[in-house]
């Protein structure tokens, strides 16, 4: 029965689920319900599933059963499973009842779950007056229930169909939430690519110091499971808004990756990855996409940083980008540690504090590349970025600087890199011909960059200036008689015309 099972249709369900709250519940607000429910389902699915394993296996042995069902993933506890809550639907009480089936969840997996579900609650006024909440909830319910989404491991097999399920809800929740969108979730072909540029080794400790909902963070663990197929890497991450935290976490467990560590707080002002010594812990990839230019990001308390991330510098008030790369320099191995950011352009060549960071990153041979991206890639904004990419131990003293803003597949709202766009920057990156590609990449020296005082607006080191055609004076001022005479012919024209109606002047 696998083979029947489509990525599309389930993709196609999950997404119809969210009818029962379109045009009653906002977007930003139904989501965390829907995602929520979803990985309950999921989990009472694969416990369901296990259990009648055991009675085929076993008979009528409830107690031995039960012993062997203490070594799920996640214990599920009597009544607090999906089903349980399908069966009494259209009772009263739907949003009490999934709450303590939630705390009741959590309690039993606390190792796991501790407060992953502590900012969503479905008996919330968000949700309407109480005889409305409970009958879109008893309407999700149902939803859940269709055939399309039985997500047994019997029938889905080993297929990564409800993790790719639970990305597709977010990916379609950011393309349609705006602003916000970008905090949460960097487009798939760009995590792709900054996941091939840090190219991630199997013993990996890999962080994401604002991993939103994790997605980029996994596709690093995936690309080195894609080469080795094992599972040797470990996965870090620090995400400071909750509900967010709570879909990384869930995010995390939805995908099979158990070997996770994801703290909840402010990277910034109170970074929770830390060794046994209260140092900051080192990783060998770093990779992020941050918020851009964030206001109030905690400049007051940065010159008395203890753990000495602005050293170089402190960044300015009002643009928190440079305290996101100075923070992600730190926490870099010395000698394999590799970092990829996503940056907004001010980042290049913005001056005063910002400049005088961006010199001693060059002066310290620390920048590896810089990789101009086009316009209208990130939810939420249509301003082209830029991702860099350090090294603590480069090969050479020159950083590439690649221009692929004018590379990519045109969409309708929202630009996308295809397959050729990505090999392309992924070739250049890799065999970094001192000699560049014509209007597209240049090699350049530290020097050359000191000249440009250290303004790294990849224009000044790419040329991708088209010449335009010389202009034929001779054969313009031809045309211009021919079109002369033609007009002077209209005019006799029109004035017999008018001769003929009696306007005869």
Request: charge should be negative.
């Amino acid at each position: 029965m696998t083979d029947a099972i489509k990525q599309e249709d389930i993709n196609a369900a999950v997404w119809a689920v969210c009818n029962t709250f379109r045009g009653t519940v906002d977007a930003s607000i139904y989501k965390d319900y829907v995602l929520t429910m979803l990985f309950v389902k999921y989990i009472s699915d694969v416990w369901r599933d296990h259990y009648r394993k055991y009675q085929e296996e076993y008979g009528d042995e409830p107690k031995l059963i039960q012993e062997m069902m203490k070594t799920e993933r996640f214990n599920l506890p009597e009544g607090a499973d999906f089903y349980s809550l399908y069966d009494e639907r259209f009772q009263p009480g739907n949003g009490e009842r999934i709450d303590k089936a939630l705390h009741a969840i959590e309690e039993a997996n606390i190792g796991k779950l501790r407060d992953v579900f502590q900012d969503i609650s479905f008996n919330s006024t968000r949700l309407g007056e109480e005889a409305q909440k409970n009958e879109l909830l008893g309407r999700l319910l149902e939803d859940f229930n269709r055939a399309e989404l039985d997500l047994r491991p019997s029938r889905v097999g080993k297929l990564d169909v409800i993790g790719n399920a639970y990305e597709h809800l977010i990916k379609n929740f950011a393309a349609g939430s705006g602003k916000s969108a970008g905090e949460f979730y960097t487009p798939p072909e760009v995590s792709d690519l900054m996941a091939e540029l840090v190219d991630p080794q199997s013993g990996d400790e890999i962080c994401d110091p604002a991993c939103g909902s994790g997605s980029l963070l996994m596709k690093c663990g995936q690309l080195i499971a894609k080469r080795t197929g094992s599972k040797k890497y470990a996965l870090y991450g620090q995400e400071s808004i909750g509900s967010t935290w709570a879909l990384a976490k869930m995010n995390m467990f939805l995908h099979g990756e158990d070997n996770h560590r994801i703290e909840w707080g402010d990277t910034i002002r109170n970074p929770k990855l830390l060794t046994k010594t209260e140092g900051l812990r080192h990783f060998d990839i770093v990779v992020a996409n941050p918020p851009f230019s964030l206001d109030k990001w905690g400049h007051g308390t940065a010159e008395d940083d203890a753990y000495g991330r602005f050293r170089r510098g402190i960044p300015p008030r009002t643009k928190g980008d440079y305290a996101f790369i100075l923070h992600m320099i730190e926490t870099l191995k010395p000698g394999s540690g590799r970092m990829a950011v996503v940056v907004p352009h001010g980042v290049l060549f913005r001056g005063a504090a910002e400049g005088r960071i961006r010199a001693k990153l060059v002066e310290e041979n620390l920048i590896d590349a810089v990789i101009g991206l086009p316009e209208k890639l990130f939810y939420g904004t249509g301003i082209p970025a830029a991702i860099l990419v350090l090294r603590k131990n480069k090969s050479d003293e020159k950083t590439l600087f690649i221009d692929a803003s004018n590379d990519f597949v045109s969409g309708k709202n929202q630009n996308a890199l295809g397959k050729d766009q990505l090999d392309k920057i992924l070739k250049t990156y890799r065999e970094r011909d001192p000699k560049g590609v014509e209007k597209y990449a240049a090699l350049v020296t530290q020097a050359d960059m000191a000249e440009n005082d250290y303004n790294l607006n990849i224009p000044r080191y790419v040329d991708t200036f088209e010449e335009e055609a010389e202009i034929d004076l001779m054969a313009v001022r031809k045309d211009r008689e021919k079109l002369k005479a033609e007009l002077a012919a209209l005019e006799v024209q029109m004035d017999g015309y008018l001769k003929e109606l009696g306007y005869d002047a």
